[in-house]
């Protein structure tokens, strides 16, 4: 039986991949801090080997975290054929004001979780000669973003670093796709502290829902792409930005949503 390791499966695109993955014939490790919200999500999986799907709560912030996970899944005897890194978090606002505490449980789990659990699961993959691993990045990542500095940041690194890592496994049999969503309808505004129902709405108008967003990145994955942007609308506008100097797009980004927030 194949396991696939997905962070951030208590909700959002996180929830849809479990699902969808599940439906394909895929037992689940689901990963995410809130224990009841992950068993929901278990125990609604269908598939053939739905069954033998487990949830392990853990805060991926906190340091050593990823190898807590690896620990627990190998005490369990669950080797992960597929490493979706999903779970992240944003925070939003005057960079200069947003709370240290927030950005660096932030940085700890959108860039050191994600690299560390690359790592220690990408090892076994390479031994057995096959796997695939799944990251999500952003949209922002693409180009500096004001209001979303550091999270942007973070976003940017996790497609750099996974494109390196596909490099370097390249032949390896085991393969490595980024997956950038722009805005999808989920609690993420939310949780990032965004309050401006005027972003809110112009995000929401803009928006893909979660499940278009996972089915995306699971044929990204099928086809072994290195990476893809969720949406044509997204597709078009990094091609507009990436015509740019690279300081246009921050300086255009903070006229609008200096609009909005
Ligand atoms: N929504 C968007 O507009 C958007 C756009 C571009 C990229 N993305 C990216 O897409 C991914 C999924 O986001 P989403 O929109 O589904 O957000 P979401 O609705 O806020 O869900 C985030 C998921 O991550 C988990 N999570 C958060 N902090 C965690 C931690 N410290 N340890 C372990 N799990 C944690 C949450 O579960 P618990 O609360 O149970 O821990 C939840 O399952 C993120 O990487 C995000 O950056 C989202």
């Known amino acids: 039986m194949k396991y696939a390791l997905v962070t951030g499966a208590s909700g959002g695109i996180g929830k849809e991949f479990a699902i969808k993955l599940a439906a394909e014939g895929w037992a689940i490790i689901l990963v995410g801090r809130n224990e009841a919200r992950l068993e929901a999500v278990r125990a609604s999986l269908s598939g053939a080997n739905a069954s033998a799907s487990v949830a392990i709560?853990?805060?991926?912030?906190?340091?050593?975290?990823?190898?807590?996970?690896?620990?627990?899944?190998?005490?369990?005897?669950?080797?992960?054929?597929?490493?979706?890194?999903?779970?992240?978090s944003g925070v939003f606002g005057d960079s200069l004001s947003q709370s240290p505490e927030a950005v660096e449980a932030m940085v700890n789990l959108n860039v050191s979780a994600l690299t560390n659990l690359c790592a220690l699961f990408g090892r076994d993959m390479k031994a057995r000669g096959s796997g695939r691993v799944l990251?999500?990045?952003?949209?922002?990542?693409?180009?500096?973003?004001?209001?979303?500095?550091?999270?942007?940041?973070?976003?940017?690194?996790?497609?750099?670093?996974?494109?390196?890592?596909?490099?370097?496994?390249?032949?390896?049999?085991?393969?490595?796709?980024?997956l950038l969503p722009g805005y999808v309808r989920t609690d993420f505004d939310d949780n990032a502290g965004i309050?401006?129902?005027?972003?809110?709405?112009?995000?929401?108008?803009?928006?893909?829902?979660?499940?278009?967003v996972a089915d995306i990145g699971l044929a990204a994955l099928e086809r072994g792409k290195a990476w893809t942007i969720a949406g044509a609308r997204n597709k078009l506008a990094a091609f507009l930005f990436g015509l740019l100097p690279r300081t246009a797009p921050p300086a255009i980004m903070k006229l609008f949503l200096d609009r909005l927030v």
Not at 65 to 77: H, K, P, S, T, V
Not at 144 to 151: D, E, G, I, K, V
């Open 57 to 88: 709560p853990c805060d991926l912030s906190q340091p050593g975290a990823a190898g807590r996970l690896y620990r627990a899944c190998a005490e369990r005897g669950l080797a992960v054929d597929l490493l979706v890194n999903n779970a992240g």
């Open 135 to 178: 990251n999500v990045g952003s949209f922002a990542g693409l180009n500096a973003t004001p209001y979303f500095a550091s999270y942007a940041a973070t976003k940017s690194y996790v497609l750099d670093y996974t494109l390196a890592l596909r490099a370097e496994l390249a032949g390896s049999g085991v393969v490595v796709t980024c």
């Open 195 to 212: 309050e401006s129902d005027a972003y809110k709405k112009f995000s929401r108008s803009n928006s893909l829902s979660a499940e278009q």
